[in-house]
């Protein structure tokens, strides 16, 4: 993503303009636009004109919109988001009220100045978005079985499907070749996907993981073919290449071979193996049960009232879905929490990708779970004493009373 301009007040009014350049930066955009928010970007609308003769015809034209967003929509799949309002700014071709959905595309700068004003989470998504140039893409993987692959991108934010092969290959029969045919080609099919979308040159572990040994044949393929045509760039990546094991050949064994120790020390400085730690982390002191785990809404933010997430160890876990809420006042609950944790508190603040196994594991818990400085062992009971009265207390905190997860 790149910053075109900004222009933010002391009181957090103004706007700012960005240019989405690569796929990813569609799911930064996401995160940021939200509802009530007033978004200019170039829009395709539909002009009708009326002659002097009355005839009528109509035309596409590219022209500025300034809408007032009531809802947005995401592809993951396609990295395309819809974003539909009503406008708020009459042009020649386009009157106040009208509804419209803007189409958010690549290379076209878009303009958003927040109802809200840009709140500190706000500003620190645009700080990430822009932080790289080009892609973020941390690490790639080649998942597969015979027959089936996919390409995988492992992205700061998501992990995203580049590429899919699907080649029948004929099983093994006594006095036939066909499987050894059907084999190579799915290799060859698999290795110019692969070449497609991956840019060897950045020098970026790509994990090759399988049932049996496909994966090897496939690396042992790969560096034959290189050896082949001298194709000098691929072989000269042979050491990123990382082959390991996986119960099956879709994209959901991902999430176990990304917890294997090979794999976590090779991907080591990626912010998806950072937040798998943490969140391994989180979970092995909650089965330790010593009070200093706790999660779910109440539970958390009674312990950062308590000063027990700040500094000397304190680290608050949430997940960005929880910024996306569609009630301002939802989102404003989150956003001031943060602030008192990071600013107020001195504590580490680390908001995981609902995208990524460990967003998805930490909305399980909720979507926010805290890692205290010092061990609380009530709050599950200050909880149940509020709720007196006939409802029953939802106490998820790590305590002897309290209904823990499988973990």
Known sequence: MQLIRQHIERDGSGT?????????DMWYAYNLIQPTDLLRAPALRRITTTSATGSTSSTRLHIPLLIRVRRTDFDPQAATLHVSGQIAAETPHAKIGQFHT?????????????????????????????????????????????????????????????????????????????????????????????????????GLPVLLASPGFTAAGFLAFVMAAAARTGNKVLLAQK???????????????????????????????????RETRL????????????????????????????????????????SNALFRAQDVATR???????????????????????????????????????ILTFPLEDLGDEDEEEEEGGETALNGAAHTTAEKPVV
């Open 16 to 24: 700012i303009t960005l240019k989405p350049e690569d796929p990813e």
């Open 102 to 202: 803007l189409d958010l595309e690549l290379q076209r700068n878009f303009t958003l100045e927040k109802s809200e004003g840009w709140d500190s989470v706000a500003r620190e998504v645009v700080r990430e978005a822009c932080a790289h140039g080009g892609s973020q893409v941390g690490a790639w993987a080649v998942v597969m079985q015979e027959g089936r692959a996919a390409v995988v991108g492992l992205g700061g934010e998501r992990t995203v499907v580049r590429g899919r092969v699907e080649v029948a290959v004929p099983g093994k029969r006594a006095g036939r070749g066909g499987h050894d045919k059907g084999l190579e080609k799915f290799f060859q099919t698999t290795m110019e996907t692969m070449l497609r979308h991956v840019d060897l040159a950045q």
């Open 239 to 273: 050491g990123n290449f990382l082959v390991v094991h996986a119960s099956s050949g879709h994209v959901h064994a991902l999430n176990e071979v990304l917890q294997s120790a090979e794999v976590q020390h090779r991907l080591k400085d990626t912010r998806y193996a």
């Open 279 to 318: 969140m391994d982390d989180f979970m092995g002191m909650l089965r330790k049960d010593d009070g200093r785990a706790w999660y779910g809404p109440k539970e958390v933010e009674m312990a950062v009232e308590k000063g027990a997430v700040g500094r000397g160890g304190g680290v608050l876990l949430i």
């Open 332 to 370: 404003r609950r989150w956003v001031t929490l943060v602030d008192k944790v990071r600013d107020g508190e001195g504590g580490e603040v680390r908001v995981l990708s609902s995208e990524h196994e460990s967003g998805k594991r930490l909305e399980g818990l909720g979507g926010i779970a805290a």
